[in-house]
């Protein structure tokens, strides 16, 4: 008898290849398995500094957008006060032209 080998012996299955290693992620937030190559992790390290990245620039959008709406609200109060302040001024005037005009 010859030794059989998968090759040659049709009910000897091959040996299967080593598994890659499985190990966890997170992509856009969730939780995937990824299998471990170098291609793969540099693929996943890639994407997450992209994700990092876009949402570093969310952020100083959001900072800008709110500093922005902080001033023009800073600038609608001192254009209130100073209508205010000009009402006021106006209300005097009156009372003191009235008050020549009865003199």
Not at 54 to 63: F, G, N, P, T, Y
Not at 75 to 87: G, T, V
């Given at each position: 008898?010859?030794?059989?080998?998968?090759a040659?012996?049709?009910?000897?299955?091959?040996?299967?290849?080593?598994a890659?290693?499985?190990?966890?992620?997170?992509?856009?937030?969730?939780l995937?398995?990824?299998?471990?190559?170098?291609?793969?992790?540099?693929a996943?390290?890639?994407?997450?500094?992209?994700?990092?990245?876009?949402?570093?620039?969310?952020q100083e959008?959001?900072?800008?957008?709110?500093?922005?709406?902080?001033e023009?609200?800073?600038?609608?109060?001192?254009?209130d006060?100073?209508?205010?302040?000009?009402?006021?001024?106006?209300?005097?005037?009156?009372k003191?032209?009235?008050q020549?005009?009865?003199?």
């Amino acid at each position: 008898g010859t030794p059989s080998t998968p090759a040659t012996n049709p009910t000897v299955p091959a040996p299967a290849p080593p598994a890659a290693p499985i190990r966890f992620c997170i992509q856009q937030g969730h939780l995937r398995r990824s299998v471990a190559t170098p291609s793969t992790v540099l693929a996943d390290i890639l994407t997450a500094q992209a994700e990092w990245k876009a949402s570093q620039q969310r952020q100083e959008l959001l900072i800008e957008a709110l500093r922005k709406e902080e001033e023009e609200e800073q600038q609608q109060q001192q254009h209130d006060q100073q209508q205010q302040m000009d009402k006021q001024q106006d209300q005097q005037k009156q009372k003191q032209q009235q008050q020549q005009q009865n003199e």
